[in-house]
């Protein structure tokens, strides 16, 4: 840890502790907005991962995967928060243990 | 520089990425969320990605997080009700979680153990000249069709949409 800067493993870990942080929110959170927060800093956290890669290796594929996982991060983004819009509408609550069953 | 720069935004990420599990308010977990996001942003600048920095904060921080926002809003999501809370979980979960992320870093610091530094600059191909070269031309198809599977995220959001407003 010197001015001129750190090694990559920091980047790695850090990147892992985020993911840590994700799934932690993925499990302990009940607020299903919350739970999607959670899956997107996942995603986040998977995006460094490769960032740091790519850097490592001198290599620009992994740039390309992680502009991947954000064009799927974004296309899940808009049909999970039409779901959870459509879930709201039945059952007026945002609660997960209240949604237990597909049909309406 | 780098360093201080890495301490910095990693320290404010990991912070922000804490507040977003341990908020209450769906949406101070949301502005949390774009505090990870644009500190991510500053992270890849410094490894070298410009291209991925840019499309991290336009798509993510912007587009993502307005529609995260948005619903939010949308749906007046208040604090959040404790669940019914599983004994296991409670007693478990976190002591695990943290042993995970000891042995991740241990193999982590033990798979890359050189100690030169990252250095802002080293990499050369972060430019959206070289990521375009490579997305049209290896990863053609692949871009394609990610071109498709947005066009079937659009219609099913439609549709969701949609059957609600039949009834």
């Known amino acids: 840890m010197t001015a001129a800067g750190v090694p990559l493993s920091w980047y790695l870990a850090l990147g892992g502790l985020l993911f840590m942080l994700g799934a932690a929110g993925f499990v302990f959170r009940r607020n299903i907005i919350t739970m999607f927060m959670s899956v997107e800093l996942m995603l986040n956290a998977a995006n460094l991962t490769f960032v740091a890669l790519a850097y490592r290796l001198d290599q620009v594929d992994g740039l390309v ?29 945002l609660h997960i243990e209240e949604v237990q069953s597909l049909r309406d | 520089m780098d360093g201080i720069l890495f301490l910095v935004f990693g320290g404010i990420a990991a912070i922000c990425g804490l507040n977003v599990v341990l908020q209450r308010q769906p949406i ?12 991510l942003a500053m992270l890849y600048l410094l490894l070298g990605a410009q291209f991925i920095a840019a499309v991290q904060v336009i798509v993510y921080a912007g587009a993502v997080m307005v529609l995260f926002v948005m619903v939010i809003m949308l749906l007046n ?8 809370g599983s004994l296991v979980a409670g007693l478990l979960g976190a002591p695990l979680l943290v042993g995970l992320l000891v042995a991740f870093s241990y193999v982590i610091f033990l798979a890359f153990p050189d100690p030169d530094p990252v250095r802002l600059g080293r990499f050369t191909k972060g430019g959206a000249a070289e990521a375009g070269r490579a997305l049209f031309t290896r990863y053609l198809l692949p871009f394609e069709l990610t071109s498709v599977l947005v066009l079937i995220a659009i219609m099913g959001a439609v549709v969701l949409a949609w059957r609600e407003v039949r009834k």
């Open chain 2, 77 to 84: 999501a208040g604090a959040e009700r404790p669940g019914r």
């Open chain 1, 65 to 93: 995967l992680a502009f991947f996982v954000m064009v799927v991060a974004a296309a899940e983004a808009a049909v999970g928060l039409a779901i959870i819009l459509c879930v709201f509408r039945t059952r007026a609550s």
């Open chain 2, 28 to 39: 101070a977990s949301a502005l949390s969320l774009v505090g990870v996001m644009g500190s």
